[in-house]
Nanobody
Framework: QVQLVESGGGLVQAGGSLRLSCTAS????????MGWFRQAPGKERECVAA????????YYSESVKGRFTISRDRAKNTVSLQMNSLKPEDTAVYYC??????????????????????WGQGTQVTVSS
C-alpha cells in the first residue's frame, strides 16, 4: 500500500514562498496521477494542483494559477508544489494524494477527491498578512 509523507509547510509572510514535497513509499507511485489538495477551517477541501503520471499534463485551480507549480520526479518517487506570492487566503492544511489508476493515460489528471485512493497526513501552511 502506498504511503505518502508531506513536508515543507510552515509560517510565511504574504508575498513569500514555500515548497511542499511529498514522498511515496513505493515505486508504483510513479504510475499514478497525483494531486495537491488543501482544506481551510470551515471550508471544503479543494484540489489546487494535479499532475499526470508522466508529468506531461497539469491542472491548477483558478485561485493559484500563475503562483503555484506542481512537478514530479518519478525516479525519486516525489511530487512537489512550489508556492510563490503566497496570500493569507492560501492558509490551509495541504494534502498530497495519489490516484491508483492503472488505466490513466499519460495526460490524465484527476481533480476530484473521490478519484484519489491514498492521502498523506497533511502539512500546515500559514500565511500572515
Amino acid at each position: 500500500q502506498v504511503q505518502l509523507v508531506e513536508s515543507g509547510g510552515g509560517l510565511v509572510q504574504a508575498g513569500g514562498s514555500l515548497r511542499l514535497s511529498c514522498t511515496a513509499s513505493e515505486r508504483t507511485f510513479s504510475n499514478y496521477p497525483m494531486g495537491w489538495f488543501r482544506q481551510a477551517p470551515g471550508k471544503e477541501r479543494e484540489c489546487v494542483a494535479a499532475i499526470s503520471w508522466s508529468g506531461g499534463a497539469t491542472y491548477y485551480s483558478e485561485s493559484v494559477k500563475g503562483r503555484f507549480t506542481i512537478s514530479r520526479d518519478r525516479a525519486k518517487n516525489t511530487v512537489s508544489l512550489q508556492m510563490n506570492s503566497l496570500k493569507p487566503e492560501d492558509t490551509a492544511v495541504y494534502y498530497c494524494a495519489a490516484s491508483e489508476d492503472y488505466n490513466a493515460s499519460y495526460r490524465t489528471v484527476r481533480t476530484a477527491g473521490h478519484e484519489y485512493h491514498y492521502w498523506g497526513q497533511g502539512t500546515q501552511v500559514t500565511v500572515s498578512s
